[in-house]
Nanobody, 119 residues
């Protein structure tokens, strides 16, 4: 199992930027597809972005495409989410997750970091 710890959340005004980080430990980092999910109060968790094991392929939800960028540094066992042009609708707890090769779903989750965008 891999352990994941998110950081970098905070309070920003609409139009501002934040960069989230997720530090991984416990298992080889490159065994995992990494993703970012978010959950707003009273709403279901939703997918935001994902990145392949090598970092060569990324996917984004339509709601964040063009504004968010996911990246990873395998030498540092860290995945990032750069968030620009933030909107009030982006307010949520953001979770880092790992999908191990050969698995059908994300099974490893961090504790989450709060992002609040004021309007």
């Amino acid at each position: 199992q891999v352990q994941l710890v998110e950081s970098g959340g905070g309070l920003v005004q609409a139009g501002g930027s934040l960069r989230l980080s997720c530090a991984a430990s416990g298992r080889p980092f490159n065994w995992y597809i990494m993703g970012w999910f978010r959950q707003a109060p009273g709403k279901e968790r939703e997918f935001a972005a994902s990145i392949s094991r090598s970092g060569g392929t990324t996917y984004y939800a339509d709601s964040v495409k063009g504004r968010f960028t996911i990246s990873r540094d395998n030498a540092k066992n860290t995945v990032y989410l750069q968030m620009n042009s933030l909107k009030a609708e982006d307010t949520a707890i953001y979770y880092c997750a790992g999908q191990r090769i050969g698995r059908s779903e994300y099974e490893n989750w961090g504790q989450g970091t709060q992002v609040t965008v004021s309007s």
